[in-house]
T-cell receptor
Framework: DAKTTQPTSMDCAEGRAANLPCNHS???????VYWYRQIHSQGPQYIIH???NNETNEMASLIITEDRKSSTLILPHATLRDTAVYYC??????????????FGKGTKLSVKP | SAVISQKPSRDICQRGTSLTIQCQVD?????MFWYRQQPGQSLTLIAT?????????ESGFVIDKFPISRPNLTFSTLTVSNMSPEDSSIYLC????????????FGPGTRLTVL
C-alpha cells in the first residue's frame, strides 16, 4: 500500500505557483520522498526527490518539513502543460524490493488559463 | 537519465492470444521493472526483471500469465498470455539507475486493448 496521502485534485491559475502537499507521517529514516507526474496517456515523468533537505531543480522545488512527515512540491510558474497527475512516493534507499516505487492515487492538478 | 523505448506502442488483440512487449534502454541499468496501469487507475508493479534469472513477481501476478525475460542489461520483454478483456491496460517498462542520483525512469507505455 502507498505510504502517502495526497489531495485528490487541485486547481491552479496559469502563471501562479502550484503547491502540492503530501503527507507521509510514517516515513522512516532510510526513505526518500520522490515526486513524479503523469501527463495523460504518457509514462510517468520523474520530477525531483529528497531525503531531508529542501531540493530545487529546473522543474520544481521540494520542501520537506523538519520532522519529515510531510512535504510540498512547488511548481513556481505553472503552465497549461503542467496539467497532470502528480504522485508523491516514499522509497527506501536500500534498494532491492524495499526500493520499489509504489504508486498511490496522486493529485490531479488542473492549470487553468 | 535513461531513454526507454517500448514496442509496440499500442495493440488490439483477440481474447485468448498472447502479446510480447519489448523494452529497450539506451544504457546499461541495474534494475528493470514492469508496471500495469488499468483504465482510470494508478500504476501497479507487476515484477522486477532480473538479468540472467527468473523475474521477481509481486503479489497477484504469476509467471504463467506474465512471463518476463531479461537477456542483458539493456533489454527486457513482458508477455501477456492468454489474454482476456480484463488485461486491457497500459503496460510500462521502468528502469532504475544507480549511483548518487538513484532515480527510476519510465518508458512511454504500451496501450493494450483486448477484445
Amino acid at each position: 500500500d502507498a505510504k502517502t496521502t495526497q489531495p485528490t485534485s487541485m486547481d491552479c491559475a496559469e502563471g501562479r505557483a502550484a503547491n502540492l502537499p503530501c503527507n507521509h507521517s510514517t516515513i522512516s529514516g532510510n526513505e526518500y520522498v520522490y515526486w513524479y507526474r503523469q501527463i495523460h496517456s504518457q509514462g510517468p515523468q520523474y520530477i525531483i526527490h529528497g531525503l531531508k533537505n529542501n531540493e530545487t531543480n529546473e522543474m520544481a522545488s521540494l520542501i520537506i518539513t523538519e520532522d519529515r512527515k510531510s512535504s510540498t512540491l512547488i511548481l513556481p510558474h505553472a503552465t497549461l502543460r503542467d496539467t497532470a497527475v502528480y504522485y508523491c512516493i516514499v522509497r527506501s534507499y536500500y534498494g532491492g524490493s524495499q526500493g520499489n516505487l509504489i504508486f498511490g492515487k496522486g493529485t490531479k492538478l488542473s492549470v487553468k488559463p | 537519465s535513461a531513454v526507454i523505448s517500448q514496442k509496440p506502442s499500442r495493440d488490439i488483440c483477440q481474447r485468448g492470444t498472447s502479446l510480447t512487449i519489448q523494452c529497450q534502454v539506451d544504457s546499461q541499468v541495474t534494475m528493470m521493472f514492469w508496471y500495469r496501469q488499468q483504465p482510470g487507475q494508478s500504476l501497479t508493479l507487476i515484477a522486477t526483471a532480473n538479468q540472467g534469472s527468473e523475474a521477481t513477481y509481486e503479489s497477484g501476478f504469476v509467471i504463467d500469465k506474465f512471463p518476463i525475460s531479461r537477456p542483458n542489461l539493456t533489454f527486457s520483454t513482458l508477455t501477456v498470455s492468454n489474454m482476456s478483456p480484463e488485461d486491457s491496460s497500459i503496460y510500462l517498462c521502468s528502469v532504475r539507475t544507480s549511483g548518487t542520483k538513484d532515480t527510476q525512469y519510465f518508458g512511454p507505455g504500451t496501450r493494450l486493448t483486448v477484445l
